[in-house]
């Protein structure tokens, strides 16, 4: 999560403090030691996203690698961070729009230039990351709505990991693993006596742990949610956005 006591706030009554937005203000002060934590821990949020974007662009794996580590880099140079407000809108749609304005501004200039010599500047892995290009679907979608989906993805997934490590630190991690397939969809009931029997539990009590399983997937997807958004009012259609966006 994006504050050390973020995970304290998940379990209470939890303000809606903690944003990217205030992310970025960490960014912006400087001398701030925890400035390029701050900027890290967004880089790894939206990278993938971003990169997916720029491979549907048209460009090749090292390209759009190199691209994305250029933009994280030109945002900073350029002190794009200290001029966004937050009402403007979305976290992520605000980066969307940067992308695009500095891959327009790329076409004319000398890339090796621009990228500062191919010295990478902020730590992401793009080892796999063409790998895992390779299984996105080969259909005409969009590069917007791609990174749309890529953006809900990684969102669900940083969920998931959450709820897993709670389990984990109640020393549950083997009943987790074996209840995480039914989040998503219908109870199939042959499977999850499969599962019952595997965690030597009654088909009622795994039906009770699977409830309270979702209802705190609901909440910890909430709460990451509100870091995403600049105002309360916006989590409800947001969170419809993100499955909206998988449906398509």
């Known amino acids: 999560?994006?504050?050390?006591n973020e995970a304290e706030?998940?379990?209470?009554?939890r303000q809606f403090?903690?944003?990217?937005?205030?992310i970025v203000r960490a960014v912006n002060h400087e001398n701030s030691g925890a400035a390029s934590n701050a900027l890290q821990e967004l880089c790894q949020i939206y990278w993938y996203p971003l990169y997916t974007y720029v491979r549907r662009q048209g460009y090749d794996a090292d390209s759009a690698a190199d691209l994305t580590q250029a933009f994280f880099a030109d945002l900073l140079q350029r002190e794009d961070l200290k001029k966004v407000d937050p009402e403007l809108g979305k976290f992520r749609s605000f980066l969307l729009t940067a992308l695009k304005h500095f891959l327009i501004n790329q076409w004319d200039?000398?890339?090796?230039?621009?990228?500062g010599g191919g010295k990478p500047?902020?730590?992401?892995?793009f080892r796999a990351a063409d790998d895992r290009y390779r299984l996105e679907p080969s259909h005409n979608q969009t590069p917007d709505l791609i990174y749309q989906r890529q953006w809900a993805r990684t969102l669900l997934s940083r969920v998931q990991m959450d709820l897993r490590a709670e389990f984990a630190k109640r020393g549950k991690a083997h009943?987790?693993?074996?209840?995480?397939?039914?989040?998503?969809?219908?109870?199939?009931?042959?499977?999850?006596?499969?599962?019952?029997?595997e965690l030597e539990m009654t088909e009622v009590a795994v039906k009770v742990a699977l409830h309270r399983m979702r209802q705190r997937f609901g909440e910890i997807l909430r709460a990451e949610i509100?870091?995403?958004v600049?105002?309360?009012?916006?989590?409800?259609?947001?969170?419809q956005q993100l499955f909206d966006v998988l449906r398509k």
């Open 175 to 197: 009943r987790f693993d074996k209840l995480q397939h039914f989040l998503a969809g219908k109870n199939d009931e042959e499977t999850l006596a499969m599962a019952a029997n």
């Open 109 to 115: 200039k000398a890339k090796t230039r621009k990228r």
């Open 230 to 239: 600049s105002t309360p009012e916006e989590v409800d259609a947001e969170i």
């Open 17 to 22: 403090a903690t944003t990217h937005w205030s």
């Open 121 to 125: 500047v902020l730590s992401l892995d």
């Open 1 to 4: 999560m994006s504050d050390g």
């Open 226 to 228: 509100e870091q995403t």
């Open 9 to 13: 706030k998940l379990g209470g009554n």
